[in-house]
């Protein structure tokens, strides 16, 4: 029923749409697994072995609700970054968090301001809640601060989002430079940092910025780093009135109690998160000589995925990504030109990085064939 009278005007009017196609949905269009997975920006080398360990214990207390608090996990992560547990709120990934803060923050027509091209779920959940998107270009690839901060001030926006480091490109801005924008965010209007990667980041990418700072909300994961994706769990960092906000609108048992025994576990595993930075490194490093050695050129990256430039134009790009699938090998790109001539491939075990530099030959030369120089 496509126009049923039931829903809302919104509603009715909305697409019913999926901001990324799940690999799985692909797998089962093409009727194969893939190879090598490396489009979600997953961390395929895997939680820590006191995370999983823990995770397996909480399962056998799943016939209970978790916590819903998240008491436990609050206070660990806050005791991790120095500050009171009341500016930390635990959620079902970002990207939950992400819609809360719209629902809370948005209301029909108004406005939010994000960069073109950059993470479509925010885009996805101001849509959803009646906001007005408008959005600057990326400057050079790295999401412009200064042109968020100025169309922000034009429009009167109630959010400007920006991640640091950036999705889709792995791009990152130096911590004085989002300080200086959280300095410059107008009257009225709160910034959202997505901080997903910053565990991968260089040391001066993170900003020393104040919990008690109303002007922003920072956004963490344990998807990327910690290689928990699957257990959906995320935590925003704010002052206390708008952390406490959440509790108007949230789901207190959208947790389960096994993403919270993992992530207070992976949380207390620094070790593991110090062997993930070296083998994302390794792995990042082998995605840059593949495409050096096919005459791509790899994107300086601080998250655990590379964006290869692919020198020519989107439809270059489509045409090799398409081939890599075809071929099994499971990546994404960008949406939005000009970031829309690379390929985005996540970083993994070795394995994955051989599958991949072994079918990147073949697909660009299918990609050439299809659109000659």
Request: proline share 7%; with cysteine.
């Amino acid at each position: 029923m496509t126009n049923d009278p039931r829903l809302t005007a919104l509603a009715a009017s909305l697409p019913a749409t999926v901001p990324f196609v799940g690999p799985e949905a692909q797998e089962r269009a093409h009727g194969t697994p893939f190879a090598a997975r490396l489009g979600a920006n997953e961390n395929g080398f895997g939680p820590s072995p006191a995370a999983i360990s823990a995770m397996t214990q909480a399962a056998s207390e799943a016939w209970m609700y978790a916590d819903p608090e998240s008491h436990d996990l609050r206070e660990a992560i806050a005791a991790h970054h120095g500050i009171d547990p009341k500016h930390i709120m635990v959620g079902e990934g970002i990207d939950t968090l992400l819609g809360l803060v719209v629902r809370l923050f948005v209301g029909l027509g108004d406005s939010v301001v994000t960069s073109a091209g950059a993470y479509p779920t925010f885009n996805y959940h101001v849509t959803g809640f009646g906001g007005n998107l408008h959005t600057v270009p990326y400057t050079g690839d790295f999401e412009d601060p200064e042109r968020l901060i100025e169309k922000a001030t034009n429009v009167a926006a109630k959010l400007i989002y920006i991640a640091n480091p950036d999705n889709p490109m792995g791009s990152c801005h130096a911590a004085k430079t989002i300080k200086h924008m959280i300095n410059k965010v107008p009257t009225g209007t709160l910034l959202v940092l997505d901080e997903a990667y910053i565990e991968l980041a260089p040391a001066d990418a993170v900003p020393d910025i104040d919990p008690n700072d109303p002007r922003v909300i920072r956004m963490r994961t344990f998807s990327k780093g910690y290689g928990m994706a699957g257990a959906r769990v995320g935590y925003a960092i704010g002052h206390p009135d708008i952390i406490n906000a959440f509790n108007k609108v949230r789901n207190h048992f959208g947790m389960s109690r096994i993403g919270q025994a993992g992530a207070l576990a992976a949380l207390s595993d620094q070790v593991w998160m110090t062997s993930m930075r070296e083998k994302i490194a390794d792995s990042r490093a082998a995605l840059g000589t593949t495409a050096l050695d096919n005459g791509l050129i790899p994107l300086e990256s601080a998250t655990n995925f590379v964006t290869i430039d692919c020198g020519r134009d989107g439809d270059f790009a489509k045409a090799i990504l398409s081939a890599l699938i075809a071929r099994n090998i499971f990546v994404r790109m960008p949406f939005v030109a000009p970031q829309n001539r690379c390929i985005r491939v996540s970083c993994g075990p070795a394995t994955d990085m051989l599958a991949f530099a072994r079918a990147l030959p073949d697909a660009l030369r299918t990609a050439e064939a299809a659109f000659p120089a």
